[in-house]
């Protein structure tokens, strides 16, 4: 049995994910599912989060709808 998971997204960001979706024979279910199996293989993110040069941590939050926080400073110090 399947559990449905509901989830916000951007208009123009499902329907060019669609797309991609579509040329690659699977559907959006079949997307997330992929995506979270995945996941589960590979115990992270199953690609690179990093933002290209010209495009800030403040603009990729507009566009997955999470508001941006720049990281605490003890946070900064962890990384290194």
Do not use: H, R, W
């Not at 499902?14 to 599912?33: P, Y």
């Amino acid at each position: 049995m399947n559990t449905p998971i509901y989830f916000m997204i951007d208009p123009k960001l499902q329907e060019e994910a669609s797309k991609v979706f579509e040329k690659a024979g699977i559907d959006m279910s079949q997307a997330v599912n992929l995506f979270f199996f995945q996941c589960v293989m590979q115990g992270k993110i199953p690609f690179s989060t990093e933002m290209p040069p010209n495009m800030n941590n403040q603009y990729f939050a507009s566009k997955i709808g999470t508001p941006y926080q720049a990281p605490a400073e003890e946070d900064k110090k962890e990384d290194k």
